[in-house]
């Protein structure tokens, strides 16, 4: 039995062109897949199992073989994993694209996904942001600690230290850690 493995990098796309047949040679074992997404076996197995991704074909020793498009597929479903989907919420993505009749429907409800997705992901970037600030202000703060603070100072009277003229308050990253 031969090898078959996809002979591209894994940041390139395939180069066939759509509607051109598969060829043996581009056909990769299911390893092969899942090392090239950086994903497990098992994950491609379930999705598999959970109508995501479909073998192309079997080898002569039984082994599943994909074509180079199912990387793009692995990687889809990573990508949408990443933006806060469930494999049972992509799962039905996949099953409403499947049912839709016509590509304007589909792509009008692969659109309503899509803009649901960027408004959440538009609002955990502005709280990560708001956050970035608060911790810029927490380590500002706590550099002055280096300078100033005697070891002698006691760690509970750090949220009220004196040391900070122009801060009578630290930032409550600083002023949680020591409320019991």
Known sequence: MTTRRLPLA???EPSRPAGEPVRDLDLLQVGDLAKQAGKTVRAI???????????????????????????????????????GLSLSEIQELVREQEGSGSAPV??????????????ETRHKIEALRELEVELVDSLTYLTVCDSACESAVPVHSCPTCERH????????????????
């Open 10 to 12: 894994v940041s390139e």
């Open 45 to 83: 197995h379930l999705y598999e199992e959970l109508g995501l991704l479909k073998a192309h074909d079997r080898s002569k020793g039984r082994y599943r073989l994909f074509t180079p498009d199912a990387l793009i597929r692995v990687r889809w479903i990573s990508k949408l994993q990443n933006l």
């Open 106 to 119: 589909a792509a009008q409800k692969l659109r309503d996904v899509y803009l649901k997705q960027l408004a």
């Open 165 to 180: 003229p122009e801060r009578p308050q630290a930032p409550e990253l600083v002023t949680a850690v020591h409320l019991t």
